[in-house]
């Protein structure tokens, strides 16, 4: 009974213990019941397959997302048999959520062929949870630029091909055994990092690269190169103020755009292009520049997600920062944040620039799709700029706030009405470009005229 | 002479929780007050208002004079504060971690500073993030200290420290604020440690301040456990002794001095028992935070 109670705990806290989730699959098993009892026969099957894969494809994304959260958690303070338990609630959610109503579409007589195909949007989730942005832009991408031929509505008649089958099925087996493994490799990464109690370790560079598990002349290497660093932040410290640089050390933001890395990533894109230019010449068609856009305006919005969550992690060495008598003035300590916001973008927007430069000289992309991709950028940075000046300059920082959806859905909505232009709706670009920039113009605003939150204030709404 | 640290009326709230309501404290320069109080009394929250690191709802609060709120430069060199969290700029190397912050400080004093990192054994060449709490704290300790402070803010620095390195600071402080008269609020639980530095004690409950006493003084009450059935207990008057707290029905706590206890206890009508718990300061300040 022990057992059963524990398990059913952990089902629980991986699944169930949310309300919205819990009325969600409340609302999808109950109208699945309404419509088994009104079909026929023959169709039950389909309705019972469909209603369960959909509901089984969130709840796989929500428990792996809860698998790593509480693993990491409990292997971090070294809690005993967590591990134990995830797994054993990952066995339940796959029982319940795709076991039951496999059985119930086996005991009516389905064809196990497509009854395993349950599989397919559990290991879906999985995947959802891990790789949310890349599935979808990846997903979204293939669709834009190949007229939906990737879509999702695409795949169903390939379904009835049983080799496809077998090979979605395969695929998915090998997603949630690896899926039940989830625990385990977090916890290993997780588990409580080596402790240095005392000073003995270093007596010698020897002892010391030997404790940190280094080898000692390359540690003797990297702690000159690291002291030199030190030394030039420490030179930007003086009464006049200090440099952006000297900023970004004491809240351990990354420092200089790696320029090495936007190459790597403009070469990568290039060669995608040009893969996809061969594959559809077409240039009536949609390309994949379209695609290399929005995964640019992605791109974008991490780097400045970077500096927020930098300076909300980092509130106790701001605390501390902000006492000493050479920590500079709130008007001066905004510059240096605009000037980090600027420099955030710069590889991105570098990056974004020659791209669209080789794909317009090169024919690669229409002059309208340049147009939507000018759009694009500029709205992406519009929000992700306006998002970060509004949290810095609120009261408190909430994990969930309201102004910032609001400025990020003026964006996605202001870019949708310019697009679709004057001929849909009167005033469409203005109205579009008014709500395209909003975003920007309320967050400069608000970061002008109210205080700078530094240290940052967290609320958390659990 | 302007107070070292000063809070008059300060209200915050959390979320509808009235934290702190209407607090009063002032510290004068060279005082040494030791701050106590239950787990979420809102000590850490009564500090950080007082360095200015977060809003209070109403009231008012200063250091060296100055508001909290808009600390000079001048006044901001002359505050050192240890923070309850150690592990702070884990990225960094002990050493690079106190040039960092040092070069903050226009007077930072290395030779004091480099003393006590000898003298406490801290590693300066291992990443913040992976020394023990133990070594983290004192790397805390020494930065703070190493500004040579006026005013020093504690909050809990030596819950991870072994007890000889807890001694050390302790004396540390205790030789800084002989030499050099700084002003120290020390918020702790373990109040031996308060003892030997703090000459005032401070117990903060319900969001005011339940007790401010001199240590002295603190030193010469005693705990006092009446039993008796209710309705007599009700009848006795407590009005002259320190502290009443009523456990349970039947059972009253006291405190009182210690050379009146046998005069108060004689008083005491009949079919009252007493009995004297005399046993240290903790158990008699701990009456407050209750």
């Known amino acids: 009974m022990d057992a059963v109670n524990r398990h059913w705990q952990v089902l629980r806290a991986l699944v169930l213990a949310r309300p919205f989730v819990l009325v969600c699959l409340a609302l999808f098993y109950v109208v699945a019941g309404f419509l088994l009892l009104m079909l026929d026969a023959d169709k039950k099957i389909s309705v019972i397959l469909i209603m369960c894969a959909i509901p089984a494809c969130g709840v796989f994304a929500i428990a792996t997302q809860r698998v790593i959260q509480y693993t990491d958690a409990g292997s971090s303070l070294g809690l005993p048999r967590q591990r134990e338990s995830m797994r054993v609630g990952q066995i339940w959610v796959l029982c319940v959520f795709v076991g039951i109503p496999a059985g119930i579409a086996a005991a009516l007589g389905g064809n196990l062929s497509y009854i395993v195909l349950l599989l397919v949007p559990a290991a879906s989730g999985v995947l959802l949870a891990i790789y949310a942005r890349w599935v979808f832009f990846v997903w979204i991408t293939f669709a834009v630029t190949t007229r939906g031929t990737y879509s999702f509505g695409a795949w169903m008649p390939g379904l009835g091909n049983p080799w496809i089958r077998a090979i979605l099925v395969c695929l998915s087996v090998a997603v949630l055994y690896w899926w039940l493994g989830l625990a385990n490799r977090i916890a290993r990464r997780s588990a409580p990092a080596l402790v240095i109690a005392d000073a003995r370790h270093e007596s010698t560079t020897a002892s010391i690269g030997q404790a940190l598990g280094a080898d000692p002349k390359q540690y003797e290497l990297y702690e000159k190169a690291y002291d030199r660093g030190i030394t030039a932040v420490v030179s930007g410290i003086t009464d006049r103020g200090i440099t952006k640089r000297a900023l970004q050390v004491g809240l351990a933001m990354p420092g200089r755009t790696n320029w090495r890395f936007v190459g790597v990533m403009i070469a990568i894109s290039l060669v995608a292009l040009l893969f996809f230019h061969l594959k559809n010449p077409n240039p009536a068609q949609p390309t994949a520049y379209l695609g290399f856009t929005l995964l640019t305006a992605v791109w974008l919005f991490g780097q400045l997600n970077v500096v927020t969550q930098a300076w909300k992690a980092r509130a106790n060495e701001e605390a501390l920062l902000v006492l000493t008598p050479r920590w500079p003035a709130p008007d001066k300590l905004k510059s240096l944040f605009l000037l980090i916001i600027l420099e955030r973008q710069g590889g991105t927007w570098a990056a974004w620039i020659l791209v669209s430069l080789f794909a317009t000289v090169l024919r690669w992309a229409a002059v309208e799709e340049i147009f939507i991709s000018v759009v694009i950028m500029i709205a992406a940075s519009s929000c992700a700029t306006g998002a970060l000046m509004l949290a810095l300059s609120r009261k408190v920082f909430k994990e969930v706030s309201l102004l910032t959806i609001v400025a990020l859905l003026c964006g996605a909505v202001g870019t949708g009405v310019f697009l679709v232009g004057d001929d849909a709706i009167a005033h469409g670009q203005l109205f579009g470009l008014s709500l395209i920039l909003a975003p920007i113009a309320v967050g400069a605003l608000s970061f002008s005229f109210r205080p700078l939150q530094f240290p940052a204030r967290i609320i958390n709404k659990q | ?290």
């Open chain 2, 1 to 290: 002479m302007l107070e070292a640290f000063k809070c008059e009326a300060v209200a915050k709230s959390f979320g509808g929780r009235r934290v702190l309501d209407g607090l009063n404290l002032t510290v004068e320069p060279g005082e040494t007050v030791g701050l106590l109080g239950a787990n979420g009394a809102g000590k850490t929250t009564m500090l950080k208002i007082l360095l200015g690191l977060l809003p209070a709802d109403g009231g008012r609060s200063s250091i060296g004079g100055e508001p909290s709120g808009s600390l000079s430069s001048g006044a901001r060199a002359r505050i050192g504060y240890v923070p309850q969290t150690p592990a702070q700029f884990a990225w960094l190397t002990g050493r690079a971690m106190l040039r960092y912050v040092g070069a903050f400080y226009p007077r930072f004093d290395w030779q004091y500073t480099e003393s006590l990192i000898e003298r406490w054994k801290i590693s300066l060449r291992t990443p913040i993030g992976l020394l023990s709490p133990g070594q983290q704290q004192r790397l805390s300790i020494v930065r703070s200290l190493g500004a040579r402070p006026d005013f020093v803010v504690l909050d809990e620095p030596i819950a991870a420290l072994d007890p000889a390195t807890r001694l050390a600071v302790i004396e540390e402080l205790v030789q800084e604020h002989r030499a050099r008269g700084i002003a120290i609020i020390f918020s702790s639980h373990i109040t031996g440690d308060l003892v030997r530095l703090c000459n005032r004690f401070v117990v903060l409950a319900g969001g005011k301040i339940a007790l401010n006493e001199s240590t002295v003084s603190c030193g010469n009450w005693v705990r006092i456990v009446v039993t008796a059935p209710e309705d007599l207990l009700r009848t006795v008057d407590f009005s002259r002794y320190r502290h009443v707290r009523t456990p349970k029905e039947g059972e009253r706590t006291l405190v009182a001095l210690r050379a009146e206890t046998t005069d108060a206890l004689a008083q005491l009508p009949h079919g009252v028992s007493a009995s004297i718990e005399d046993k240290d300061v903790e158990s008699v300040l701990s009456e407050w935070m209750q």
